[in-house]
């Protein structure tokens, strides 16, 4: 399993931005579906955006669409999480997550990603 690393986390004010980051050592078969899911306190983790390793194949959860973009750049093994006009619902520790082509296919499902994050803190304020 390829260790992740993330970054960008923050507290902002309601309709700020911030932009998260997950550095993977390499890119494998294992974490060709790189995702983001989150956790709010007192709430179950949900499936935020995903993205497959040609750039192409991505999810967004509804509630984040026309607000929150994601990308990657394999040359660089990182994918990124680009929020705009965040809402105070969108505050919780944001986990990157690594996993096969079956995780991006399969619309995050937590068990398709095999590979996790120790997660970065997004907080917004009204």
């Known amino acids: 399993r390829v260790p992740l690393k993330e970054s960008g986390g923050g507290s902002v004010q309601s309709g700020g931005s911030l932009r998260l980051s997950c550095e993977s050592s390499e890119l494998t078969d294992s974490s060709s579906c790189m995702g983001w899911f989150r956790q709010a306190p007192g709430k179950a983790r949900e499936g935020v955006a995903s993205?497959?390793?040609?750039?192409?194949?991505?999810y967004l959860t509804e509630s984040v669409k026309g607000r929150f973009t994601i990308s990657r750049d394999n040359a660089k093994n990182t994918v990124y999480l680009q929020m705009d006009d965040l809402k105070p619902t969108d505050t919780a520790m944001y986990y990157c997550?690594?996993?096969?082509?079956?995780?991006?296919?399969?619309?995050?499902?937590?068990?398709?990603?095999?590979?996790w994050g120790h997660g970065t803190q997004v907080t917004v304020s009204s």
């Open positions: 997550a690594a996993g096969g082509i079956v995780a991006c296919i399969a619309s995050m499902k937590e068990y398709d990603f095999k590979t």
């Open positions: 993205i497959y390793s040609d750039g192409v194949m991505t």
